[in-house]
Nanobody, 126 residues
Framework: QVQLVESGGGSVQPGGSLRLSCATSRGNLDDWAIGWFRQVPGKEREGVSSISATDGRTTYADSVKGRFTIFKASRNTVYLQLNSLKPEDTGVYYC????????????????????WGQGTQVTVYS
């Protein structure tokens, strides 16, 4: 079973960019769809983007379309590129894995995912 480790968070000004990484420290992601979620204190976790295991299907929350891009860089790593960041993008970003043996699934629903990383903080400040 994969284990996920996020990195790449930080503090940026509005309009800035960050690239978040979701890497597996065990095995590879060939049979796993990856989702990115974010959470701020007092609010529910929100699905941001997802990519299928092998056929490259992606989906995005309306709030990030045109600004965020998810892509699979290797068998072990999925990136989330965050551009044109806004203060409302602030939160802890988590990546999660959903078993996807046919390689064509994606989802922004938290309950579809079985494995979660520890999260990485993104802060967009004025």
């Amino acid at each position: 079973q994969v284990q996920l480790v996020e990195s790449g968070g930080g503090s940026v000004q509005p309009g800035g960019s960050l690239r978040l990484s979701c890497a597996t420290s065990r095995g590879n992601l060939d049979d796993w769809a990856i989702g990115w979620f974010r959470q701020v204190p007092g609010k529910e976790r929100e699905g941001v983007s997802s990519i299928s295991a092998t056929d490259g299907r992606t989906t995005y929350a309306d709030s990030v379309k045109g600004r965020f891009t998810i892509f699979k860089a290797s068998r072990n790593t999925v990136y989330l590129q965050l551009n044109s960041l806004k203060p409302e993008d602030t939160g802890v970003y988590y990546c999660a894995a959903m078993e996807d043996v046919f390689g064509n699934l994606f989802s922004l629903k938290e309950y579809d995912y079985d494995i979660w990383g520890q999260g990485t903080q993104v802060t967009v400040y004025s």
